[in-house]
């Protein structure tokens, strides 16, 4: 299958600063990048659809200045958590697919703890 | 937002059995999808059933969608204790955006 590649793995972080996480399709071009956030022993939370060249689309809920996202180019997507607090704390995971209606492929994960 | 649920939440089964996971969803759909996620890691696609199709096969995997009661199921025979692992099931429709179930964790006992 295609491959998505996620960085970093893992971020520690202080409470107030901001973090970038990237997501690479490495061999095919994303049409489509979504990203989203599981909690341990749950499911994955949509945050966010992000499309090419536009703005991405946030789920409700979600505080579209604190989690900024951008897919600049059909390869790459980026989520940056601005002023991150403990409750920011999480396992978030990108996908990216090539045309609607198929199957995605993700990312590993990232870590992110705030102390 | 969760589009459906999955049942059970928790499966466990001695190696050789087969598992089955349910997945029930709300709205719509264009297809259905299933992925695995091993501890802590990213998911892997595991098949994909139009809303037009009914049963669809991958190898030890069998997947079967009614979408007169909005359900699915996920079949895996002569589990492995590699097979263990979180299961989810993830509708596909007219928003264009992959939305997740609850997921099944399965425990296959050697």
């Known amino acids: 299958g295609a491959v998505v590649s996620q960085h970093p793995s893992w971020v520690i972080c202080k409470s107030g600063t901001s973090v970038k996480i990237e997501c690479r399709s490495l061999?095919?071009?994303?049409?489509?990048m979504f990203w989203y956030r599981q909690f341990p022993k749950q499911s994955l939370m949509l945050m966010a659809t992000?499309?090419?060249?536009?703005?991405?689309?946030?789920e409700q809920g979600v505080e579209k200045d604190k989690f900024l996202i951008n897919h600049a180019s059909l390869t790459l997507s980026t989520l940056t958590v601005t002023s991150a607090h403990p409750e920011d704390s999480s396992f978030y995971i990108c996908?990216?697919?090539?045309?609607?209606?198929?199957?995605?492929?993700f990312g590993q994960g990232t870590r992110l703890t705030v102390v | 937002s969760q589009q459906g649920e999955e049942d059970p939440q928790a499966l466990s089964i001695q190696e050789g059995e087969n598992a089955t996971m349910n997945c029930s969803y709300k709205?719509?759909?264009?297809?259905l999808q299933w992925y695995r996620q091993n501890s802590g890691r990213g998911l892997v696609h595991l098949i994909l059933?139009?809303?037009?199709?009914r049963e669809k096969h991958s190898g030890r995997l069998r997947v079967t969608l009614d979408t007169s009661k909005k359900s699915s199921s996920l079949l895996i025979t002569a589990s492995r204790a590699a097979d263990t692992a979180s299961y989810f099931c993830?509708?596909?429709?007219?928003?264009?955006?992959?939305?997740f179930g609850q997921g099944t964790r399965l425990t296959i006992n050697p």
């Open positions: 996908s990216a697919r090539a045309q609607v209606f198929t199957e995605a492929f």
């Open positions: 061999d095919f071009q994303a049409t489509t």
């Open positions: 992000s499309n090419e060249g536009s703005k991405a689309t946030y």
């Open positions: 709205t719509s759909i264009n297809n």
């Open positions: 059933i139009r809303s037009n199709e």
């Open positions: 993830a509708t596909d429709g007219g928003a264009q955006k992959l939305v």
